[in-house]
């Protein structure tokens, strides 16, 4: 029995010559934040934009002091903690791709300029969430 295509590569491949890749982890982070975001932002919007200045929902809904006890809570914390970060991974991956698109193909630089602001505005929503 002949072996097919992908069997001979891994029977005559040595042992860790596969090269470890990070994107599964980026892709993760992309597109958990993607889909995050699609499905909350018409909501907010809906929310903040359109039913409270029409008359919909009441101001008070959405007063300093309300949102202030709702965010006191360890459960919201952690909900708007998931939703800020994965974001702003997913802006980072997407400003990457958009800056590839535009021609510039010096991509460490990207990859350091776009995922350090991601990880340096992680660690202010880490500070600001505590």
Do not use: C, Q
């Not at 993760?28 to 018409?42: K, Q």
């Not at 929902?57 to 360890?74: C, G, K, N, T």
């Amino acid at each position: 029995m002949k072996p097919v295509d992908g069997e001979a590569k891994i029977a005559n491949s040595k042992k860790g010559s596969y090269k470890v890749s990070h994107k599964p982890i980026i892709w993760s982070l992309f597109a958990a934040g993607g889909t995050l975001t699609a499905l909350l932002m018409p909501v907010l919007v809906v929310l903040v934009a359109l039913a409270v200045p029409v008359g919909y929902l009441p101001a008070e809904l959405f007063s300093y002091a309300r949102i202030h006890e709702l965010l006191a809570s360890p459960i919201v914390k952690l909900i708007v903690f998931a939703v800020v970060f994965l974001s702003l991974w997913h802006s980072a991956h997407r400003m990457r791709i958009t800056v590839h698109d535009f021609g510039l193909r010096a991509d460490s630089f990207a990859v350091f300029v776009f995922y350090g602001i991601a990880a340096v505005a992680s660690i202010f929503l880490v500070l600001a969430i505590i």
